[in-house]
């Protein structure tokens, strides 16, 4: 016998919508209120799953919604973004799904039904004690938490380095405690069961979790969060609303954009100039604000609200609804921010502002760290005081003058051993010129030299008559070349050596030369010339 639809009543109201599904069996039904959807989901006996989807008419706060059971139905109950707007018919695009027997244009006009409203909120509460328990959203210092996939999907990730992409799948959650990127923070990591998260993204209101794994749709997960991660992004995201009300307020300087970098953060500031002393006292002033213990606090205003107009912001998301979140620290900044923060600024232990570099447009990009990064700059520091201390054999105090003793003799030595190669190359070119009958062709190759070092050869040889192919460097890996000799024969060589030694290289009036990157071939190169001489002159 063929399954008949799911036979479906829904009702608008004021506050909620009431959706009624009729099924055979309600216990392997999975349903899952989104905020723009309901996902409908069943197996028949033959163990095919049928996934469904409703999007609906308007935006539900699936936080507040909720569903109940018996044996051969399930009731939706879902709690309107906005209330008191009427919804003409449940779905987003007028049409019906062919899984369900539903009149989708059954509404009712409800204006002025105060009576009618207040029975069924009564009838809804009372419900809300049968139902099945969602769970309160998570808190933002949650370690885990328990929630469902959603969905599942195949998709590739670039990684931020470069290279070939990724595969993997992209999930989304009944929610969750990882913050996508966003507003200058990047995003959280964590697992979802044992299955490493590598990225989170924001689309639309769902934050996307990509993994290399697939997981089932409708299934209890347990979602863990990189702690560490996390509390560094948020010291490092509260230093910047600080630090960057405090510089507007005793210098006047806005905060245009900012970036919270894997070492180092940077508060882009529209001013031209920030002097070392503002700097100096800039920082002394966010480390009192942080030795004040203030607290940090987030509240939500509705998107019509008038207090938004006396909260900073740089402006919000093209795709955003619904309210808006609202950082303050207490008598300090008031500003609209998605991001993870402390709960007060002694969190932040320290702020160290590293100094100001010229930015782009006549702006000044501040460096600076907070918290536990500064903890390991100093570690790093003092680890690599004690290295030059062991190696220059004096203390801290000393080290500069020891490095500045070092290079001068360094270029003292460099200077003499310029001087011994030039001589070097005076005697081989003398030596060669010594000989009876000098030959046509002359090679060297020298481990130690330069560029110098073979065109002083060629200089004293002389190119007129003799073909010179001169090489220093390693001899099997990298180095430099020249070849020098009467023109036309530089014009012709030139480009087939520096093609047998791959490399590059660029030559005007007998000389041609470059880097080499194969120096094992010297002797494909060396028999080139020979056989280019032995053409030109077959008596030689």
């Known amino acids: 016998m063929a399954r008949q639809p799911a036979k479906t009543l829904w009702y608008d109201r004021p506050r909620y919508v009431y959706l009624e599904f009729c099924v055979e069996d309600s216990k392997d039904v999975k349903v899952v209120i989104e905020d723009h959807r309901l996902v409908f989901s069943c197996k028949n006996a033959d163990g095919v799953e049928f996934y469904n989807e409703i999007n609906l008419y308007a935006r539900v706060n699936s936080k507040d919604s909720r569903e109940k059971r018996s044996d051969r139905s399930i009731t939706c109950f879902m709690r309107k973004w906005k209330e008191k707007v009427a919804w003409p018919r449940v779905t987003k695009e007028n ?3 062919a899984w369900l027997s539903v009149d989708f244009d059954n509404w009712r006009d409800w204006e002025g039904d105060e009576e009618v409203e207040r029975a069924m909120v009564e009838q809804y509460a009372e419900m809300l004690e049968k139902v099945t328990e969602k769970g309160p959203p998570p808190a933002m210092d949650d370690l885990d938490f328990t929630t469902r996939v959603v969905s599942c999907r195949a998709a590739e990730l670039r990684p931020e380095g470069g290279g070939e992409p990724v595969r993997g799948f992209q999930v989304v959650l009944e929610d969750t405690i990882l913050f996508p990127e966003g507003g200058g923070q990047p995003d959280d990591r964590g697992l979802i069961g044992d299955v490493p998260v590598l990225r989170v993204t924001r689309r639309g209101p769902e934050a996307v979790h990509f993994v290399p794994a697939a997981l089932e749709p409708g299934a209890e997960v347990l979602l863990s969060l990189d702690w ?3 509390f560094d992004h948020m010291q490092q995201h509260s230093g910047q609303h600080l630090i960057s009300a405090i510089a507007e307020q005793m210098f006047g300087f806005k905060t245009t954009s900012w970036e919270l970098g894997r070492q180092r953060s940077v508060i882009e500031l529209d001013t031209p100039l920030v002097t070392a002393e503002q700097v100096e006292a800039l920082e002394k002033s966010v480390n009192e604000k942080i030795r004040d213990r203030v607290p940090v606090t987030v509240r939500e205003l509705a998107a019509d609200d008038p207090e938004i107009e006396t909260v900073k ?3 919000l998301p ?5 309210p808006v979140r609202v950082v303050d620290i207490k008598g300090i ?11 007060n600024l002694s969190d932040l232990q320290v702020i160290k502002l590293l100094g100001v570099e010229k930015g782009k447009k006549n702006k000044t990009n501040l460096i600076f760290l907070a918290g536990n990064r500064v903890l390991k700059s100093i570690e790093q520091s003092h680890n690599t005081e004690k290295a030059l201390t062991s190696l220059l054999k004096n203390g801290p105090g000393e080290h500069i003058e020891a ?3 070092l290079q001068s003799s ?16 005076v005697l081989i070119a003398q030596d060669f010129k010594s000989k009876p009958a000098p030959k046509q062709l002359f090679v060297l190759h020298r481990k130690e030299g330069d560029s110098e070092f073979m065109n002083i050869i060629a200089n004293e040889i002389g190119t007129e008559e003799t073909l010179l192919f001169l090489t220093v460097g390693d001899e099997k890996e990298a180095g430099l070349f020249l070849l020098a000799g009467p023109v036309e024969a530089v014009e012709n060589l030139g480009p087939r050596v520096a093609e047998l030694l791959g490399g590059k290289g660029a030559g005007k009036r007998g000389r041609f030369q470059g880097k080499a990157a194969k120096m094992s071939r010297r002797g494909e190169v060396q028999a080139l010339l020979q056989e280019f001489i032995s053409h030109q002159n077959p008596g030689a």
Do not use: F, W, Y
Request: charge should be positive; charged fraction near 30%; hydrophobic fraction near 30%.
């Open 95 to 97: 049409i019906k799904p």
């Open 228 to 230: 560490e991660r996390r």
């Open 313 to 315: 912001s740089r402006g």
């Open 318 to 322: 093209d795709d955003h609804v619904g």
């Open 333 to 343: 900044d008031s500003n609209m921010c998605c991001g993870t923060h402390v709960s």
């Open 403 to 405: 490095v500045k003793r």
């Open 410 to 425: 360094v270029k003292l030595l460099q200077k003499n051993n310029l001087n011994l190669l030039r001589d070097i190359a």
